[in-house]
């Protein structure tokens, strides 16, 4: 970054920069005293791959002392709520499950929201969170890690069977991804009447480890997408599902919700299609480059550099 | 089959269908007659998996004794023009390579019409026929079956490398795809400056075995497009890039061209892309209800049972 960018993040003006831009957040308690929730992103946002970003707790711990509500959602669907609650506690952050969204509960939750019916089941791509939350939600599953290293040994007139009680394909990022899977989600979808197409997210790529981009899942999502030429449902962000379902259940005014997130396309659109304030933080994988670039059409109403950001104004106001 | 439409087919009358729905071919000498070549998809025309379709053989000694040239495309990539020809003469056809255009040689033929650097490799998704054609046209390559079994082990901090050098990624269909693959053609297409992005095909559907539909070539290039945000080049039908090549190389007309095939939305579509004639055999993956469904918004000229229709027109008009 070069130091006239630095400057103005520093000094929150926006010279050189096209009228359009977001600007950094000045007057953070602003901010604050307006919104009763805050919904963060979790990668980039409250940690990078196994390491908490620094001010992490006592932003977190200043804003609870403040009575505001805080959320934490994620697109990736690896993992359930109660491992996500296991890394937050490793982390030292007490976070209780029931604050926690991750997709692969959006898809278990979107499921009840329809009413899946208890005699049909679901067939899984992905990786483990999906099968936790369907079990957890009381939703019979097939699929999932279990057909990783499944093979298809050609024969002539060969069929591969499937289960005509699947419901629903539920897909999230795969790293054991593979054609007997595609194949499988495949028949079901095409074969299956009125069978739904779930996507846990649309996303190109992931941080698997944040040495470089990794491939993400909306791979599986579109693989499928061109096998049956359906649409999937997505629940992930920015879909507004969870945004819908987060508002229900907390029975929160989304005009009085902050979405915070360091992804322009997933959470900052996530805000934006809620009608929600957002909040980008530059502590992930968007850059100030990136926002400021005239490619981008993704503004946040602010941004500013990490959430501890937020700690630092509060120490300012009360000075 | 209903009798009522095995009538209006033997008949060639179509009464009861739309106004626009092709008609059954009732003049075939007329046909044979106004074209100098006939492009034939081979499975479900020529083959059904292994096994010939009957009267096969006879049908193209006739137009062969006529002074048609006869060239045979397929969008399978899985096997090169040289194993095409094996696949012939296994089922009794005299054919030569330099009349068979597998999208295998179509990705090949591409990469030399744009002048690929002698110093640029090929990254390769699918199986061995797309390796070979590469070989077979002097240019390197790596990837392929060899990445079949490679799997990521994940540790933090870890970093996928890559072969800057690679500046075209050829997807096919591949029966190994995996994870290892998927991210390889991911930073190959996503890092790599002018890295090509070229699709041998993109169906939905594949004939593995004839006894169901198996996920096609689409699927693989559909994760692709996902994680790259990038659009392919398609080198095979319905694209016009092989009709194009074919009507340059042995100078014909693509007016005199008569494509014959039994899918709509590839062979009747490429067909009608290169302004050529078309015909549609039922001896493959389209039945005369899909053909003359209200959906279906795809009309060959006219359509017969199987190519052997020919050959007893041929007898009719002798008779």
Redesign the interface.
Known sequence: MSSAMASVQLNGTSTGTPAAAAPFLTDAMKLINSVKTFIFDCDGVIWK??KLIDGVPETLDMLHAMGKRLVFVTNNSTKSRKQYAKKFDSLGLNVAEEEIFPSSFAAAAYLKSVNFPSNKKVYVVGEGGIQLELTQAGISHIGGPEDGDKK?E???????DHDHHVGAVVVGF??????YK??YA??CL?ENPGCLFIATN?D??TY?????????G????????????KEPVVVGKPSTFLMDYLASEFQINKSEICMVGDRLDTDILFGQNGSCRTLLVLSGVTSLDALQSPENSIQPDAYINQLSDLLSAKKSASA
Chains 1, 2 share one sequence.
């Open positions: 791959g196994d298809i050609l024969a002539p007139g060969q069929i591969m795969d790293r054991f991804f593979n054609y595609l194949q495949t028949l095409r649309c190109a790529i698997l480890t944040y040495a470089q981009e990794w491939a993400g909306g791979a599986m999502v579109g693989a499928l997408k061109a096998t049956t030429n």
